[in-house]
């Protein structure tokens, strides 16, 4: 693989984000710019999967629970070499029949897990997943299904409570495999999330049986480290991770201003000056795209 900067590499996922939304007039660009770091490293260091082979049965399943982010999803099946996802795609974003609508379906797009948007749905589905696995794995031995279920969920996932539901079942089951990476930017759609809420999601997990801690989301070495511990526990585990929703974007990062509307001309050049990518629609480049 050519090596390149982990930065460079989650710059260019906020890089078409930007772009894509504000081709369509409409969409989401806080939340692929914010966990552009953790997709970073979960994809580059973690995730087993085959992109000729979306569908190979023994691939580690990533569900982007909080659905609305699907540009990040979107970035990673173009940026890793998923075949149908092209960048013609990412320029048709949220318009009809494109492989990119505004929430992610998986009967429509190849490597899409499962359809997501409904916010508690994907982390809920996801520890199905996890209990398939090990079904599977009980069934079949470790030598044919031996693989790992990653969630990406926001505040509004953990808000929902059909999540509850689902934690109580993965912890009291002890799905060890399940690994949920929460988006803790502490905004929401109308504001922060000290508006509505002040659970402790690290003490809510733990009191269902899962492992759960804090890192910094945007620390390359925080997040592996995370990730690798959580590999090896005999629970299920939450990390949460502290980021920056819209981070680079000058005036709105940390703002809801940057959850689901375009960035507009101005921030979105300033944005990129930035972060120092291309200024150039959609442009990724080379050695990025190769690595
Ligand atoms: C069940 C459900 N209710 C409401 C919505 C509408 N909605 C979309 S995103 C969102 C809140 C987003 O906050 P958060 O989950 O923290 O995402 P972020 O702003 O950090 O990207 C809401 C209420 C939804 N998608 N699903
Ligand atoms: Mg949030």
Same mark, same amino acid.
């Given at each position: 693989?050519?090596? &390149?900067?982990?930065?460079?590499?989650?710059?260019?996922?906020?890089?078409?984000?930007?772009?894509?939304?504000?081709?369509?007039?409409? #969409?989401?660009?806080?939340?692929?710019?914010?966990?552009?770091?953790?997709?970073?490293?979960?994809?580059?260091?973690?995730?087993?999967?085959?992109?000729? &082979?979306?569908?190979?049965?023994?691939?580690?399943?990533?569900?982007?629970?909080?659905?609305?982010?699907?540009?990040?999803?979107?970035?990673?099946?173009?940026?890793?070499?998923?075949?149908?996802?092209?960048?013609?795609?990412?320029?048709?974003?949220?318009? &009809?029949?494109?492989?990119?609508?505004?929430?992610?379906?998986?009967?429509?797009?190849?490597?899409?897990?499962?359809?997501?948007?409904?916010?508690?749905?994907?982390?809920?589905?996801?520890?199905?997943?996890?209990?398939?696995?090990?079904?599977?794995?009980?069934?079949?031995?470790?030598?044919?299904?031996?693989?790992?279920?990653?969630?990406?969920?926001?505040? #509004?996932?953990?808000?929902?409570?059909?999540?509850?539901?689902?934690?109580?079942?993965?912890?009291?089951?002890?799905?060890?495999?399940?690994?949920?990476?929460?988006?803790?930017?502490?905004?929401?759609?109308?504001?922060?999330?000290?508006?509505?809420?002040?659970?402790?999601?690290?003490?809510?997990?733990?009191?269902?049986?899962?492992?759960?801690?804090?890192?910094?989301?945007?620390?390359?070495?925080?997040?592996?480290?995370?990730?690798?511990?959580?590999?090896?526990?005999?629970?299920?585990?939450?990390?949460?991770?502290?980021?920056?929703?819209?981070?680079?974007?000058?005036?709105?990062?940390?703002?809801?201003? &940057?959850?689901?509307?375009?960035?507009?001309?101005?921030?979105?050049?300033?944005?990129?000056?930035?972060?120092?990518?291309?200024?150039?629609?959609?442009?990724?480049?080379?050695?990025?795209?190769?690595?």
């Amino acid at each position: 693989m050519t090596q &390149v900067d982990h930065s460079r590499m989650a710059n260019a996922i906020r890089g078409l984000s930007m772009d894509a939304v504000e081709k369509a007039k409409s #969409g989401h660009p806080g939340l692929p710019m914010g966990a552009a770091d953790i997709a970073t490293v979960l994809f580059t260091q973690f995730l087993k999967f085959d992109a000729a &082979v979306p569908a190979w049965p023994d691939r580690d399943r990533f569900v982007l629970s909080a659905g609305h982010g699907s540009m990040l999803l979107y970035s990673l099946l173009y940026l890793t070499g998923n075949s149908e996802m092209t960048l013609d795609q990412i320029k048709q974003f949220r318009q &009809v029949d494109s492989l990119t609508p505004g929430h992610p379906e998986n009967f429509r797009t190849k490597g899409i897990e499962t359809t997501t948007g409904p916010l508690g749905q994907g982390i809920s589905t996801a520890v199905g997943m996890a209990l398939a696995e090990k079904m599977l794995a009980a069934e079949f031995g470790k030598k044919i299904v031996d693989h790992h279920t990653y969630v990406l969920a926001s505040d #509004g996932d953990l808000m929902e409570g059909v999540s509850q539901e689902a934690i109580a079942m993965a912890g009291h089951w002890k799905l060890n495999k399940l690994i949920v990476l929460y988006d803790d930017n502490g905004i929401s759609i109308d504001g922060p999330t000290s508006i509505s809420d002040s659970v402790d999601q690290v003490k809510r997990f733990k009191s269902a049986g899962w492992a759960a801690e804090k890192i910094d989301g945007h620390n390359q070495a925080a997040i592996a480290d995370a990730i690798t511990r959580a590999k090896k526990s005999s629970k299920p585990t939450l990390i949460a991770c502290r980021t920056t929703i819209g981070f680079g974007a000058p005036h709105k990062a940390g703002t809801s201003k &940057v959850h689901g509307e375009a960035l507009g001309a101005e921030e979105l050049k300033a944005a990129k000056e930035n972060l120092g990518i291309s200024l150039e629609p959609f442009a990724v480049a080379d050695d990025v795209l190769k690595a």
